[in-house]
Structures are given as C-alpha cells and as structure tokens.
C-alpha cells in the first residue's frame, strides 16, 4: 500500500479538500476505481494474486478518509465552540401574536354552554332564499315584516331562478334543521346575519344565535328555564332576574320578548355603567331588553316537514356582538368590524386561554 495515498487524505485540510481527495482516489474515474476495473482485463492467476491488494488498498483509502473525516470535523467544532459567544442580553425578537376576536369567543362560550345543555350546532347559507328566510318563517310575499328586516337583495341570475337576500336572521336554520334532521332538536345556530342598517348600535352585518327545541309537550316553561340557565352561566351571575314580555313574531306563537334586569352602578372614572343582575324593578334598577323568542308557530312546525300535533318547540334569536358587548364592557358596535388592530389586542382572547366557562353549567351538587 502506497503511503503517497495516504498521506494525500492526512495532507487534506479541509472538508471540500478532502472530498476532492476522495473523488480522485474512488470516484467513478478515480485511481482505485481504475485499479478495480483493470482486474477484468487480467488472465485468473494474474487476478487471484492482484484482486486482495487492490481490494484491501481500497478498504486502506476508505477507513483513512472516514477517519480524517471524523477529525476535521471534531477541529471545527472546537474552532466554533472556542470563537462562537451568544449574547444572552440581546432582546429576542418581537413575534406577533394574533388573538380570538371577542365575537368568536363568544360564539364558542355559547357553544359550550349549550352543548352541557344537550343542544348541537347547526349551520345555515348566509345568502340564503326568500323561501327560507321569509316565507317558510310565516311571512308571505307582501307581508309588512319582510320590510321590518330590509336587507340585501341578489339580482336573480335567470329568470326562474329563486329569488335569494344575504339572511336577516338566523331563524331560516329552523326550517332547515326540521328538514335535514326531523325531530327532536336540540340546537343552537350562531352565524352572520345582515340587514340595511348603519349606526353605533348597529352595522349592516352582525352576529346572532339562533336556539330551537323541537320535542313532545314542549312549554313556554322549558324556554324561560333554558334561558335562564344559559344567561346566568354565560353572565357568570347567579342573581340574573328575567322578564317575559308578550311580543310578535310572525314565526313564534305566542312569542315573547326578553329582557334582564340590571343596576345602574357608578364606577370608579365617576361614570355610570349598567351592570347585569337583579331585578329590573329593584331601586336604581332597569330592564334591558336582551333578546326574541317564543313557542314555534304551527305553521314554521308544517314547513319544517313536521307535523305540530306531535311535535311543539320552542325558539330564541339573541344577538352576537351585543352579548359580547355586555359581558366585556365595550359601548360602540362598529369597533367590532373596524380591524384596529389595538382594539383587537385590547378585547381579544387567546387561542389558548381556557374558556371561563369550561367548568359547565350542569355541574352535579
Ligand atoms: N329572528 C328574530 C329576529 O331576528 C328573533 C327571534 C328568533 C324571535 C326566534 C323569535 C324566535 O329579530
């Protein structure tokens, strides 16, 4: 074995250096690669006698390689060990954190809620037809509550195509749900909803949610215990006092209005804020008027495909952002849609936080 070759790998001084050492010597037209193919070429004795050398001079050349291999890297990460320093009082780099926008958080408190309660999550189109939003909810063509709800209006594509509104309620799913599901129901429906409206209360899109319970001998009792339940676990307040005021839906019958009783309380910036619980007739007390709802008309019960003299329910539609806006305190609705990102970070949540509500609202006594 020729320690020219040898010495060759030891004199490399670097990685690259090497490397080239060991393409010359093994690569596919390298010294001993060449040595290798001459074998074919020689009569067998001539081969039997040369094959061990050449076979042995290779195994020489590889061990020797992986070895300087082995120590020019054990050098270099001495060098960096030796030269390498962090600086530990650097400030690190900013990362961004988004955060869960309060209509969103809401959104899956109320789910969590409601699914402790027995109640599932449906979904809807938000454009959605004429049919479902109006008609099949007990408002015929013409009839004044469709104007009460004015909204947005698609052209039709074709001329027989069904008249279609970006929704104005959340209350079609209703429909929707009897159809896909029949009964019983147990659900909640949460998603935009859209009417031509612009002020600091309201924006020409906003959040509802939608409750339904269709079952057998279902009473006005089962919706005001369900509501009552589901806003004292969502106002975390046990002394949240309602009032069922007698109202119209064309699509609820009877139908009632909600509303909660709170206290005018002075804070600490000398404003007065209204703060849920108690009841409204309480000195320094008032109702707010907190959402819609009723025992489903017959009628949305036989558009549903269902037939009322077996099946009764109830429904509710509260809205979204103004759930929000009462339990975490902000006063004007458009911030919710502007995008700023300090409001965002102010209201917002974090993916990660445990919702409060995650103990449930049926713990066992
Ligand atoms: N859909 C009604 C609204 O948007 C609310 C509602 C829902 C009322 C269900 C009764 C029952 O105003």
């Known amino acids: 074995m020729p320690d020219a070759l040898l010495d060759r790998i030891a004199a490399a001084a670097d990685l690259q250096e090497l490397d080239s050492v060991r393409v010359a010597l093994l690569g596919k037209s390298g010294e001993i690669t060449a040595k290798l193919k001459s ?34 890297e054990a050098a270099e990460l001495e060098r960096r060990l030796a030269t390498e320093t962090i600086d530990l009082s650097l400030p690190a780099t900013e990362s961004v ?4 926008h309060p ?28 049919w479902y939003n ?25 001329p027989d195509e069904e008249p279609r509104v970006l929704r104005t309620h959340t209350s079609p799913v209703q429909i929707r749900s009897m159809q896909e599901h029949g009964a019983p129901i147990y659900a909640i429906a949460p998603g ?18 939608e409750g339904l319970v269709i079952d057998k001998g279902i009473h006005l009792g089962h919706l005001k215990w369900t509501l009552e ?41 000398g404003k007065s804020r209204r703060v849920l619980g108690g009841s ?46 009462l339990k975490y305190g902000m006063d004007d609705l458009r911030a ?19 919702p409060t509500l995650s103990a449930g609202v049926g713990t066992p006594a």
Do not use: C
Not at 97 to 100: P, Q
Not at 105 to 118: N, R, Y
């Open 39 to 72: 074998l074919g070429a020689m009569d067998p004795d001539a081969r039997a006698a040369e094959a061990p050398k050449i076979h042995a001079e290779r195994e020489a050349v590889t061990n020797a390689i992986a070895e300087r291999k082995a120590a020019l």
């Open 280 to 325: 409204g007739d309480a000195p320094g007390h008032g109702w707010m008027e907190l959402l819609g709802s009723g025992m489903v008309n017959r009628k949305v019960i036989e558009f549903g495909g269902l037939d009322p003299d077996e099946w009764q329910g109830f429904a509710f539609g509260i809205g979204v952002d103004r759930l929000a806006m």
């Open 103 to 130: 209509v969103s958080q809401v959104m899956d408190e109320l789910a969590e809620i409601f699914a402790d309660l027995g109640f599932s999550v449906a979904e809807g189109p938000e454009i959605e037809t004429q």
């Open 192 to 209: 935009r909803v859209y009417r031509s409206d612009s002020d600091a209360t309201h924006t020409p899109m906003f959040h509802q949610v």
């Open 336 to 354: 919710f849609f502007d995008g700023d990102q300090r409001w965002l970070s102010h209201y917002g949540f974090s993916a990660l936080d445990v």
């Open 229 to 269: 339940t589901f806003l004292k676990a969502f106002f975390e307040r046990e002394d949240i006092v309602l009032r069922l005021r007698p109202s119209y839906f064309p699509f609820t019958e009877p139908s009632v209005e909600v509303d909660v009783g709170f206290a005018v309380v002075s804070g600490p910036d």
């Open 134 to 158: 109006f008609t099949a909810l007990n408002m015929p063509e013409n009839h004044p509550a469709r104007a009460m709800q004015d909204t947005f209006y698609l052209q039709p594509r074709t």
């Open 97 to 100: 954190n988004g955060s869960v």
